[in-house]
């Protein structure tokens, strides 16, 4: 079955960084694109970023361009987020998603919080 699995949340100062990891198995993986989501208290789940099975188109929402890399090795089946001068308002439970055979499969998600 698939099964995504993240790391890499923790606490961190405005202005650090964090790389987030995410490992899948039960699929192809090198043949589906990867999302990277976020969803703040009180908020909707919002996407941050996207990546193609071979990597060569990405995407990124406007809120973190310029300051987030998503990359993936599908050697070894992973997807990374990489967050550079991070916000308070970065601060959300961070999801990865695939659509497998039409079906949105979920990470059961990693903390980030971005406080002094």
């Known amino acids: 079955q698939v099964q995504l699995v993240e790391s890499g949340g923790g606490l961190v100062q405005p202005g650090g960084s964090l790389r987030l990891s995410c490992a899948a198995s039960?699929?192809?993986?090198?043949?589906?694109?990867m999302n990277w989501y976020r969803q703040a208290l009180g908020k909707e789940r919002e996407l941050v970023a996207g990546?193609?099975?071979?990597?060569?188109?990405?995407n990124y929402a406007d809120s973190v361009k310029g300051r987030f890399t998503i990359s993936r090795d599908n050697v070894q089946r992973t997807v990374y987020l990489q967050m550079n001068s991070l916000k308070p308002e970065d601060t959300a439970v961070y999801y990865c998603?695939?659509?497998?055979?039409?079906?949105?499969?979920w990470g059961q998600g990693t903390q980030v919080t971005v406080s002094s």
């Open positions: 990546i193609s099975g071979p990597g060569d188109s990405i």
């Open positions: 998603m695939a659509m497998v055979w039409g079906t949105r499969y």
């Open positions: 039960g699929f192809t993986f090198r043949n589906y694109a």
